[in-house]
């Protein structure tokens, strides 16, 4: 849900961020995109290791 706000924050910082950086709106969404994804992807990735290591140590126990 925080996700989603943030997102939606970007969306309307993303025009001021292409008149700096000059470049196109959809260049700059496109990067936020791209963060969005890794960010979620590296975030599933860790609660996949961290299950995996709960499950491992609570069985060994």
Not at 39 to 60: M, P
């Amino acid at each position: 849900m925080k996700a989603l706000l943030v997102i939606g924050y970007l969306m309307t910082e993303h025009i001021k961020l292409g008149k700096i950086l000059h470049l196109p709106a959809e260049i700059i969404l496109n990067l936020m995109v791209q963060i969005y994804w890794f960010s979620v992807s590296t975030n599933l990735t860790w609660i996949v290791v961290i299950t995996r290591f709960t499950e491992n140590t609570g069985s060994s126990g």
